[in-house]
């Protein structure tokens, strides 16, 4: 429990539409095609801003939730997209095969596996560990199976069914549709379409529908560890102080961290930035992502 994350919505109504768009994300579905890179340099041209960034690269023939940093938001890509993902694909067997042997295959799969990336992948190329959370078979259709699974991110779906396909005379991934991305799914997704409609209202004054789509960046302390400095620290905080524990509104919520993991610091209804937890003495934690 993190009983001391913001208000996300109260924020949110706190902001400028402006604002918003200078420290946000836009979940947007992508559609097969484009790359997802076009996409976000598509949201960046659309609002006229210096910076947008995707969160999680999906293949150009894959569709789905591709949440877009904007602005400072660019900076949380680390914090907000090292999780899961979930898919629903199909993968297509080069002969037909019986559920229950499809089944025994699959077992062997889910948990932790070492998997090497694809050829014309752009990470190097050496073997790693990934798990699999879950590898559901939901349909099949002759030679196609329709699964949903959920990985670890970095986790490369369409080698998974060539390495099935190995077990079981030849296989490859025929679809796939990424719906879950960390905290970003299919329930709170937007077409380019939908996009685009929503910036030429908030251009003729109406600003409702796009600051509906828009997540505040301070989304990031729904998910990380977050303590409370006092307000009379702010200013050095935000100059890039590392955070001591005199710093600190309750010095106490210290005990409950995780040593050299990832926190934010926040103060009152204020973000102020992602930091590296640190706890020996009196250093609490070291920048590495101020909002100023």
């Known amino acids: 429990m993190n009983d001391s994350m913001l208000d996300i919505q109260v924020i949110k109504s706190k902001k400028s539409t402006e604002d918003l768009i200078r420290f946000s994300i836009i979940n947007i579905d992508k559609p097969s095609g484009p790359t997802s890179f ?5 949201v960046k041209n659309s609002l006229n801003v210096n910076k947008t ?8 023939a894959v569709s789905g939730v591709l949440p877009v940093g904007i602005g400072r938001a660019c900076r949380l890509n ?6 899961d993902k979930t898919y629903v694909g199909i993968m297509r067997v080069h002969q037909e095969i019986s559920e229950s042997k499809l089944n025994k295959i699959v077992e062997k799969f889910i948990g932790k596996i070492q998997q090497l990336p694809p050829v014309r992948s752009r990470v190097k190329r050496a073997v790693r560990e990934r798990e699999i959370k879950y590898f559901n078979i939901l349909e099949i259709d002759g030679k196609d199976i329709l699964f949903e699974t959920q990985v ?3 986790t490369y779906i369409r080698k998974i069914c060539d390495d099935m396909g ?10 796939l549709r990424r719906t879950q991305a960390g905290l970003f799914s299919e329930k709170d997704i937007h077409t380019l379409y939908d996009f685009e409609n929503a910036l030429n ?3 003729d004054g109406e600003d409702k529908i796009l600051r509906s789509m828009l997540v505040p960046g301070e989304i990031v302390t729904t998910i990380m560890p977050t303590i409370e400095v006092r307000k009379d620290v702010v200013k050095k905080c935000l100059t890039g102080s590392p955070i001591f524990l005199s710093f600190l509104k309750d010095k106490d919520h210290v005990k409950n961290l995780i040593e050299e993991g990832k926190i934010c610091i926040i103060s009152e209804d204020k973000f102020i930035g992602c930091y590296k937890f640190i706890g020996k003495e009196d250093l609490v934690a070291k920048p590495e992502f101020v909002l100023n």
């Not at 076009?38 to 598509?42: G, L």
């Not at 680390?78 to 999780?83: D, K, T």
């Open 152 to 154: 670890q991110a970095g």
């Open 38 to 42: 076009q996409v976000s340099q598509f």
């Open 201 to 203: 209202k908030f251009k």
């Open 78 to 83: 680390e914090y907000l997209m090292h999780r």
């Open 166 to 175: 190995k077990e079981i005379g030849g296989a490859h991934m025929l679809e």
């Open 53 to 60: 960034s995707h969160f999680g690269t999906l293949d150009p």
